[in-house]
């Protein structure tokens, strides 16, 4: 009994949560409208060459693991060579943006120097600069510099990302208390060990942010891959998946591989957004701790 009177108070000033309709209805459909293609795709995957074209649309079909020989067995396996350059790409790349971000956004966001706005003004007209007006002047000047069609063209334009250097200034204003970095230059330590050892750690959640980003956009580039090589077996999987795409157009036989393709090519990404995703959790949790 006492126990009922005394839960009583904490449970009658509780209003209950209102769910609003509109905002609701509006996230449902941009949500149905953002995974009725990858359920699409999903299904697809599963169906051979005659259920593609013959069969309901969101039915399930047979042919799954026939994709997977057909895909493997295409040109000795130039699949897989594609989705390693990807990773090739975006790994390797998106860790280089990482690092220059970090430098740069931490010497924007801690030191004072003349410039030091015009700079940061110059990186955010960069952020405001679609790819595609890049890709061509990128391209001469790799011409000029003879690295077209190699590894590094794909490469090297990807090192510098202005949203990468902006969020770790944001970061590194907000996370790298002036005090510390003070201590550690009264400490007796220099600019790159304070650097390496008081500011990246405290950075850290917001470089995976960084990271996740860089590697998501070059892993889904097309633009560049497609100016910049000629040698099909260095395309990434984005343009490798068009060329068959192009090739399905006479025969009909490759839109299962192209679109078994399409599904093992998002793997790599839903799994590295859940493998980093609990980096953002722990951050937010010593937020929470710290407040």
Request: net charge neutral; proline share 6%; aromatic share 12%.
């Amino acid at each position: 009994m006492s126990n009922a009177v005394t839960a009583a108070p904490a449970t009658a000033g509780r209003v209950p949560r209102r769910i609003a309709p509109v905002p609701t209805a509006a996230l449902f459909l941009g949500a149905v409208y953002c995974l009725l293609p990858v359920a699409w795709v999903l299904v697809a995957a599963t169906k051979s060459g005659r259920e593609l074209f013959s069969t309901f649309t969101f039915l399930p079909g047979t042919g799954l693991t026939d994709n997977l020989a057909e895909l493997s067995a295409y040109r000795d396996g130039l699949y897989w060579r594609w989705l390693a350059n990807s990773a090739l790409y975006a790994g390797l790349g998106a860790l280089l943006s990482t690092a220059v971000s970090a430098l740069a956004g931490y010497a924007l966001a801690v030191h004072r120097f003349r410039g030091r706005e015009t700079v940061f003004n110059v990186l955010l007209t960069g952020v405001l600069m679609p790819p595609v007006i890049l890709a061509v002047p990128q391209y001469l000047l790799l011409a000029e510099a003879h690295l077209t069609d190699g590894y590094l063209s794909v490469l090297l334009p990807s090192v510098l990302s202005p949203y990468g250097v902006y969020l770790a200034r944001i970061y590194a204003a907000a996370a790298v208390p002036a005090d510390v970095v003070e201590a550690g230059r009264m400490d007796g330590s220099g600019e790159w060990r304070i650097f390496r050892s008081l500011a990246l750690p405290m950075m850290l959640p917001g470089l995976v942010t960084v990271f996740l980003f860089q590697f998501t956009a070059i892993w889904n580039n097309f633009l560049l891959p497609y100016i910049m090589l000629g040698d099909d077996e260095k395309f990434p999987v984005t343009l490798g998946l068009f060329t068959l795409l192009q090739q399905g157009a006479s025969t009909p036989a490759l839109y299962t591989l192209v679109i078994t393709g399409a599904l093992l090519a998002v793997v790599p990404l839903i799994a590295l957004f859940l493998v980093i995703q609990r980096f953002w959790s722990l951050d937010l949790l010593s937020g929470a701790v710290k407040s």
